[in-house]
């Protein structure tokens, strides 16, 4: 790493970032200008790659892959924070698998750091001040250890603890990778390694996305193919069953010929067969909750249905044999070994287009488990001051006795039961009037009262509550306090709340 920065340092310091062109999932670009050096002079691209199978540093000669769809996050970030920006300094981090590229900016400055810790690679945003912005890959701290993270939004960024392995840093970059043969002509004379980079390890990574693209591609075709197959099968089965279509014509020809001799609740009958020969009889299956004349539209009702099944059959199996050959035709041209990335992406979209393929799906993000369950919910006074309120009677005991302060003030509902209302003070400051009113809103709201005009609110410290022994869930008795009377306010509630109106609140009378 630290022949390679040496040598991409001087090519890129003071250029100006005319681009940034996002290739998700683990790679970006930037797109490099002299601001002085003309409508001539070529840009430098310069591609920092955060593939945990090969990440790597290079400039970028080659063509880039096409991408289409959102980029995410991380992605749009760094686009915004290098918008108009200059590149100040290239380096090397601790002597480490870590290049840190600091810009300055319009707002200040930011920074980009490349981690090729090979599985562990990533990319992070830096602001001004050297803190995380944006992560490529989320953090994670290491499992059953309860250390946090060393890499989290909002933390300055810090290289991992032991830095760079000592001794011998190994035969020079030159040596240890392959001939990579002869650079394009417009490649810098100035960067070998960076070409060796580039041509070897990202030839490698290239092939790599190519067989990866090829897999999902034959998966997706195996999978249609499938389907059709067990489409064709059904529709053999229905084949077969046409074979009956004329004699339930028949049925319902004789049954109608002799209804008028039957009545309701019989569930078979056997009639002349006429259509068989002479003395011969059929038995035809009956519905015994319908009436004769029922029995008869219902047989034909079903020739009718069976009848356009029958001459859609042609059809069908022309349109199944059809998309076989197709497929058959995708698999070949999957299959090509000379097929490039840019090759399989155009394939797959032309058989979504096409409807050979169904579209591919996106894979959805997993949501994170939810945290450990609170006996209350939290609300927000005026003032900033958290106020929280207990949901169930037992959770009332819990919030009260172990989830508030002796000098928090405790609110609740004087002549209904209800929610215990907390207002949190920090210290033994007085709590702010407004900030009692909002509290006593919640204690009204969650309670039975939350429709009246006015209600009374008991107040007090919490030091001045105390549960008696073996009282039910939510009792409990008062050493000192007051009662404030509240005239109900259903905008501050709806403030409180979080939404244009309060459910179940009366607006204040006149």
């Not at 290289?159 to 020079?172: Q, S, Y």
């Not at 001799?261 to 020969?277: C, I, N, S, T, Y």
Request: aromatic share 2%; net charge positive.
């Amino acid at each position: 790493m630290g022949e390679l920065v040496a040598e991409l340092a001087p090519l890129v310091a003071g250029l100006r970032v005319r681009d940034v062109q996002s290739l998700p999932p683990t790679d970006l670009v930037l797109v490099l200008e002299d601001p002085d050096g003309g409508d001539d002079a070529r840009p430098v691209r310069v591609r920092l790659s955060a593939d945990r199978g090969l990440p790597r540093l290079h400039l970028q000669h080659g063509r880039l892959p096409r991408r289409g769809g959102p980029v995410g996050p991380f992605f749009q970030a760094v686009s915004t924070a290098l918008e108009d920006a200059r590149l100040v300094e290239l380096a090397q981090v601790g002597g480490d698998r870590a290049v840190r590229a600091t810009f300055r900016t319009p707002a200040g400055g930011a920074g980009l750091v490349l981690e090729l810790f090979g599985r562990n690679a990533n990319l992070c945003l830096l602001d001004g001040e050297g803190r995380i912005a944006e992560l490529l890959s989320p953090p994670a701290g290491r499992p059953g250890s309860g250390d946090p993270p060393r890499l989290e939004p909002g933390s300055p960024w810090r290289p991992p603890a032991g830095g760079a392995p000592p001794g011998d840093a190994g035969e020079p970059l030159a040596r240890a990778l392959p001939d990579p043969g002869e650079p394009p002509p417009h490649a810098p004379s100035g960067a070998p390694l960076s070409w060796a980079v580039e041509a070897v390890l990202g030839g490698e990574a290239e092939q790599r996305r190519v067989e990866a693209l090829r897999k999902r591609l034959l998966d997706r075709v195996a999978r249609r193919e499938a389907r059709t197959r067990r489409n064709l099968r059904g529709l053999e089965e229905r084949e077969r069953e046409a074979e009956s279509l004329e004699r339930l014509r028949e049925s319902g020809e004789l049954l109608k010929a002799h209804q008028h001799e039957l009545k309701r609740g019989l569930d078979r009958v056997e009639l002349p067969d006429w259509f068989a020969g002479e003395g011969a009889t059929r038995v035809v299956e009956l519905d015994p909750g319908l009436s004769p004349a029922k029995n008869v539209s219902r047989l034909f009702s079903r020739y009718r249905k069976l009848k356009r099944k029958v001459d859609n059959l042609p059809a069908e199996r022309g349109f199944l044999e059809e998309r076989l050959a197709q497929l058959d035709e995708l698999l070949a041209r999957a299959e090509d070994p000379a097929g490039t990335a840019a090759d399989l992406e155009a394939l797959a979209e032309e058989a979504a287009r096409s409807g050979v393929l169904e579209p591919e799906q996106a894979v959805p993000k997993r949501r994170p488990p939810p945290g450990p369950r609170r006996p209350y919910r939290s609300f927000e006074g005026c003032r900033g001051s958290e106020i929280r309120v207990g949901r169930t009677a037992a959770d009332n005991d819990e919030l009260t006795l172990r989830h508030s302060r002796g000098n928090d003030l405790w609110l609740h509902t004087a002549d209904a039961p209800g929610s215990h209302v907390v207002l949190r003070v920090q210290g033994r400051e007085e709590p702010d009037a407004e900030e009692v009113l909002d509290a006593a809103h919640l204690a009204a709201h969650f309670s039975p009262l939350r429709s009246a005009a006015r209600v009374n609110v008991h107040v007090a410290r919490r030091k001045e509550v105390h549960k008696p022994r073996g009282a039910k869930a939510g009792l409990v008795h008062l050493s000192g306090g007051k009662v404030l009377r509240v005239r109900m306010q259903p905008e501050r509630l709806a403030r409180l709340l979080g939404k244009p109106g309060a459910p179940g609140v009366r607006g204040e009378r006149p």
